[in-house]
Nanobody, 122 residues
Framework: VQLQASGGGLVQAGDSLRLSCAVSGRTSRIYVMGWFRQAPGKEREFVGGINWSGSSTYYADSVKGRTTISRDNARNTVYLQMNYLKAEDTAVYYC????????????????WGQGTLVTVSS
């Protein structure tokens, strides 16, 4: 499976942004999907995940309430909608495939795509 995240860019604090993750090679509906991010000089951080059907989502406390993950299995695409962006959201964002729900972010995600950079200016 190949994953490609897109949609990043330079935004202002308070703006919204939607990232996409295109899944190819195998149908996306067989995977739990997750979003992660890595800020400069920091460890990779789990942002959230979505189950196979899209009926259940799970978010990190740092983004809960202003983030929505959704998926369109017909398009093999997963989305990360982030609102009220803050400077601390600046990071490279990655999507990944997993298998268990609810996921253990430390162990359950396997395939990773190339990330997309989000820069939030304050």
């Amino acid at each position: 499976v190949q994953l490609q995240a897109s949609g990043g860019g330079l935004v202002q604090a308070g703006d919204s942004l939607r990232l996409s993750c295109a899944v190819s090679g195998r149908t996306s509906r067989i995977y739990v999907m997750g979003w992660f991010r890595q800020a400069p000089g920091k460890e990779r951080e789990f942002v959230g995940g979505i189950n196979w059907s899209g009926s259940s989502t799970y978010y990190a406390d740092s983004v809960k309430g202003r983030t929505t993950i959704s998926r369109d299995n017909a398009r093999n695409t997963v989305y990360l909608q982030m609102n009220y962006l803050k400077a601390e959201d600046t990071a490279v964002y990655y999507c990944a495939t997993g298998g268990a729900w609810p996921p253990n972010p430390s162990t359950d995600f396997r395939s990773w795509g190339q990330g997309t950079l989000v820069t939030v200016s304050s």
